[in-house]
């Protein structure tokens, strides 16, 4: 084939026979060719008016659909239409949603699809379903469903709320088996339009659209495991690694030789003031010392301080935390910063054998 600019390679084709998609006439046409891609030339291309003047030619449908172009990046002269053409099949299928017939032929597939899982391997007690029971064994997981076949031949739940007025398919469920590929497609559907939630609002939302499948709870486990979505919102939460040891909470010394030291409080007791806690923690045994401590000021904490030795004996090392009560922000905090002496409260001590560090 030669256009204007290049040589297109392409094969022909003969007795090609095309179909219209809403009725059964079929048309043989002539000889034609296969091409890799359009000409271009685009006077090469045939338009509707030289279609309508071919022989051959019948009128199928009054709308044209052109299908996008992906030919535009090597001639700019050829149109961009995949806008246009994506806007008129979204109204085609729109169209054909609303088409009886499109519906009809959609709902007969449904039932037939349906049919065939109580025919098949999954259900073994489809002759037992036809007799209402009479001859089911009450091993089958059916047996508790009081299953029955509608009119179209889908199994369905049966039970004592056949007067109600609901709808046939609210009232008696589709019975699915749970190992069906009709089921492993609904699984996924459902577990998305539930907004990847848990079991229980997956499995009521399958039962909510008509469908009871037989072991739900444990097939509805199988698209938790599959989803990417689910896997990274219910992924074991990471705990942060720890720092190493100081050498002072491995050495082999007696207790409270290491200690560490905090406040806490305050409280407001009966005679309405308020007092405060020395709380002294051994590092090596996980062992705890309180005292009472009567303000945040410096002669509190050196009387606290001797309390402790004269019980559990001297302390060579004391840590504390960087907390308002040793170092302070603001407002009363600063106030009792200012008046708290850390090396008269280190010197108070035999020969400065306390170590503090903050």
Not at 189 to 217: A, K, L, M, V, W
Not at 308 to 321: E, K, N, Q, T, W
Request: proline share 5%.
């Amino acid at each position: 084939m030669h256009s204007q600019n290049s040589i297109v390679d392409s094969c022909k084709i003969d007795g090609l026979i095309v179909s219209a998609y809403d009725s059964d006439l079929k048309i043989q046409l002539t000889s034609t060719f296969t091409r890799d891609v359009l000409p271009a030339n685009r006077a090469h291309i045939p338009t509707g008016e030289m279609a309508r003047s071919l022989p051959h030619g019948i009128k199928v449908n009054d709308e044209h659909y052109e299908m996008p172009s992906t030919f535009n990046g090597s001639d700019p002269t050829l149109p961009n239409n995949k806008a246009q053409a994506i806007q008129r099949f979204n109204h085609l299928r729109k169209r054909l949603r609303n088409d009886a017939r499109y519906r009809n032929g959609y709902l007969r597939e449904e039932i037939l699809m349906l049919r065939s899982l109580g025919s098949e391997g999954p259900f073994e007690a489809n002759d037992s379903v036809k007799a209402r029971n009479n001859t089911m064994k009450w091993k089958y997981s059916l047996y508790k469903l009081d299953p029955f076949l509608d009119q179209d031949g889908i199994i369905r739940v049966g039970g004592r709320i056949r007067r109600a007025d609901l709808s046939s398919d609210m009232k008696h469920l589709i019975i699915l088996p749970k190992n069906s590929h009709i089921t492993e497609l609904i699984m996924p559907y459902f577990h998305e339009q539930s907004f990847h939630q848990g079991r229980g609002i997956t499995t009521n939302t399958i039962r909510s659209h008509g469908y009871r499948i037989i072991g739900c709870s444990s097939a509805v486990s199988n698209p938790f495991s599959k989803c990417v979505t689910c896997r990274k919102l219910r992924s074991q939460t990471q705990v942060q690694k720890m720092a190493d040891l100081p050498v002072d909470r491995l050495e082999t010394v007696p207790p409270f030789t290491y200690c560490g030291v905090d406040l806490f409080g305050p409280w407001l007791i009966k005679e309405g003031r308020k007092e405060l806690r020395f709380l002294c923690t051994c590092l090596s045994p996980r062992s705890i010392h309180i005292e009472t401590a009567n303000a945040l000021d410096t002669s509190s904490f050196i009387n606290a301080l001797r309390r402790l030795v004269s019980i559990r004996g001297p302390v060579r090392h004391l840590r504390c935390d960087q907390g308002t009560y040793f170092i302070g922000a603001e407002g009363e905090f600063n106030h009792a910063m200012s008046e708290f002496d850390f090396d008269r409260s280190v010197n108070i001590y035999w020969n400065k054998t306390v170590i503090l560090t903050i």
